[in-house]
């Protein structure tokens, strides 16, 4: 879900970029969140990454601290 709460969408990589988490898919990306600092969109990117752990079982690999990608075999 997007900050504003107006949209959802499955994405396959979730990434900081600057001070926004962006969502990617194959064909788009879309600005998810922008926040005050780079640092809080790594503190929120990581809140996401631990919410899917804890309530899917899915486990995230993070790949250059910045990214996070869902691997859906459990």
């Known amino acids: 879900m997007s900050q504003d709460k107006q949209s959802l969408i ?3 990589e979730v990434a900081v970029e600057g001070k926004k988490i962006v969502g990617t898919s194959n064909e788009w990306n879309k600005a998810l969140g922008k926040y005050d600092s780079n640092e809080r969109a790594l503190v ?3 809140e996401i990454l631990t919410k ?3 309530n899917s079982g899915f486990f995230c690999d993070v790949l250059y601290a910045y990214k996070i ?3 859906l075999s459990m």
């Open 10 to 12: 499955n994405v396959k």
């Open 69 to 71: 990608e869902v691997n």
């Open 52 to 54: 899917i752990e804890e």
């Open 44 to 46: 929120i990117l990581h």
